[in-house]
């Protein structure tokens, strides 16, 4: 780093030179409108980031994160090159450390304060994101609307054939037996419960505040025939209720904040007791810390992915025993790749129901978390757990990786129901 | 419970109510000499516990743990019945709790503060259990004196199939490549490190503070042409230096101690740096708990088993992620059998090494253990991690059940050697 034009004023090139330390001074050229820069020393930059006005430059220096994302959002700014490519190796230099301004840790922690995931917080939290309508996610993710990381067996397959390969591997972790009672925390559009019932034969709770994607889910439940064992319930986690063999919750923990947790273990312990069996499905970190302050404020709000040591508020109080944990964190960048690759076939579409604001915000939103599970700054982690009267823990893993077993538990199923 | 005989006096009959509620009201048929006994009112009893004495039953009620192992070791107490199936009655009765009395904490806490694990009370405290002579462990240890818990794929092979079975599947987690370096702390009698050596290619330099064992690791190394590529350390894990490309190290975090977990990370950082990884194997528990105070004053002085949110300090101040956690505790149950019926059959030369009252401690200690992982009061786990720079992230984890792989694996190796 450290390469300015001879034409650079002063107070530019100070500006550019504290903004490169506070992207950990990643190889990436940074330009100015009146063609100063600041430029990698020692590689070729992964792309360059084109800063249209003062006025961005010092909104980055003083709260990088969200100036960021806000310029890329209005225009001021443009990344020339591949996107997710200069966050990457933004993400990457950073590695995991975040230098944040006194500014930046002051929006963070207000944030903080005024996103609380209460009962009612969390309502207006999920609605803000998932009911921007079924039709926008139509456009990109599978058909069966999978919003979740998915499972590729081997990264050449489909994204169709991998979110079901991601719900088989959930169900083959929780060894799931027809006629059992599964409850589902936090269900999407539906479709986990639906394949649950379908596939594995069982009775299925399934809870989601968001009204839009219940609706949704009910309404395929009713064409798919599986309205009698699959039951869509408009409410929060906190207010399940009833007895079940397993807990199920696939990309909820990122919602309900880490000092809810000891509440969501009382949940869980509620309805599986001591024998039953779980599985948690989340984006999380290698650390506790806070998320993006950005992607908070435009886009999951109250959003907080938490470090492992902190998961472990559910399980203690309990004496469950965590059986298996599955870090996915590159299976999640490649989802989120075919994600951005579909939006972009969209984004015609898109720029009509929202504008074009909008497109470059998701565009953002969805290069910059395919760039953070490609860096590590995000993980993704399933986490099997047990009570400590269980009967279900599996001898070794090798039944998930084995196709026979697959067809068997088809087979047993199958039996079951006839 | 709650059945005495009517002769039973009345001190005698309120010691064994108050013991019958220490240890959870397990199944457990509890007598005293004089005939007065009580039994389970529900169920019928795992065994029965035998008391000698009136003085060894006061010493129970005032300190279960360290009462009823000394009182076994020495005679005044007695189990009829299978002694596996009556610990592991009572450890399931408590089920992770611990109602100690008063007594038995201060004398927790004082083993605490007398067995602080600096590099002298680790040497005393390794030196204590690990040196009680080769001979002794080659009497019901496996032929590669492995003394961790091994990795059955199917519960009837034997035990020297899996000790075998065992290091293959941790090479396989850490991905081993020919002509890497790897650190190993804690290496017992040295087979982990050749086997690593000789079936993967790498260069070792294993760590150990056991006198005995590094000797009869040495020869080892020596007699079987592998001491060019697999180095013995007699030295302590805080002191090892050098740069490795993998950090293992298996049934040594429990001897470290919580409190040094943030030094044992600085170690593992200054050998692996961010682009390493590791694999970590332990014995842990579902929550931070001191072990049994029996056992850390007669068997294991200073041990800690970790919950999994204590090795968490390991981890993230270097942002190490968590790739894969393996919970294994029916595998050390089934070892421990192995072991346990071994012991057994040679207990006659182990009362001609150190007498009955040694034999009687022995069967004990792992009877007890076999209990533990058995009831899950404890579990096994191993952690694969990585810095965050590592590029040996496996895409799934379905090589770790691949035959197939296996063979590549041994081919690569071959043709890297030749």
Redesign the interface.
């Known amino acids: 780093m450290n390469q300015h034009t001879l034409s650079t004023p002063p107070l530019d090139s100070l500006l550019l030179e504290k903004l490169s330390g506070l992207i950990g001074r990643a190889p990436v050229r940074i330009t100015l409108p009146d063609g100063s820069e600041i430029s990698p020393a020692e590689s070729a930059p992964a792309g360059t980031v084109v800063i249209h006005d003062r006025r961005t430059l010092m909104n980055m220096v003083l709260s990088p994160e969200i100036a960021f994302g806000d310029a890329y959002t209005e225009g001021r700014l443009e990344v020339e090159g591949d996107l997710v490519d200069v966050l990457s190796a933004i993400y990457?230099s950073l590695?995991?450390?975040n230098p944040a301004t006194w500014y930046a840790k002051l929006a963070s922690k207000w944030l903080e304060r005024t996103q609380s995931n209460t009962l009612s917080g969390s309502r207006e939290h999920i609605h803000r994101h998932y009911d921007l309508g079924t039709d926008f996610y139509k456009l990109w993710l599978d058909s069966e609307m999978v919003y979740t990381c998915a499972?590729?067996?081997?990264?050449s397959i489909g994204l169709e054939e991998a979110q079901l390969a991601k719900m088989d591997l959930v169900c083959r972790k929780l060894q799931l037996q027809p006629g059992e009672r599964i409850v589902e925390a936090g269900c999407g559009w539906g479709s986990f419960a639906l394949h649950m019932a379908k596939h594995y034969g069982v009775r299925v709770k399934a809870f989601n505040i968001s009204h839009e994607q219940i609706a949704y889910a009910r309404e395929n439940a009713a064409r798919r025939g599986l309205a009698d064992r699959v039951e869509f319930i408009e409410d929060d986690y906190r207010n399940i209720c009833g007895r079940f063999d397993a807990f199920v919750s696939v990309g909820m923990l990122e919602h309900v904040g880490t000092e809810n947790y000891k509440d969501l273990g009382k949940v869980i312990q509620r309805c599986i007791g001591?024998s039953g069996r779980g599985l948690l499905h989340f984006i999380g970190m290698?650390?506790?810390r806070p998320l993006s302050a950005w992607i908070r404020k435009r886009i999951f709000p109250g959003a907080n992915p938490p470090?492992?040591?902190q998961v472990?508020d559910l399980?203690?109080?309990w004496?469950?025993?965590?059986?298996?944990?599955?870090?996915l964190?590159?299976h999640y960048a490649l989802t989120l790749q075919h994600w951005l690759n579909r939006f972009e076939l969209s984004i015609a579409r898109v720029a009509e129901m929202f504008g074009e604001e909008f497109v470059r915000l998701w565009r953002l939103y969805l290069a910059g978390s395919e760039a953070g599970f490609r860096a590590?700054t995000l993980?993704l982690?399933q986490v099997l757990f047990a009570g400590?009267?269980c009967e279900h823990?599996p001898?070794?893993?090798?039944y998930?990786?084995?196709q026979k077993t697959t067809e068997k538990q088809d087979v047993k199923w199958m039996h079951a129901m006839s």
């Open positions: 990457r590695a995991g450390k499972y590729f067996p081997t990264p001591d290698n650390r506790p470090a492992l040591r472990m399980f203690e109080p004496n469950y025993s965590v059986l298996d944990v599955e870090n964190r590159l590590g993980q982690f400590p009267k823990t001898w070794t893993r090798a998930l990786y084995d």
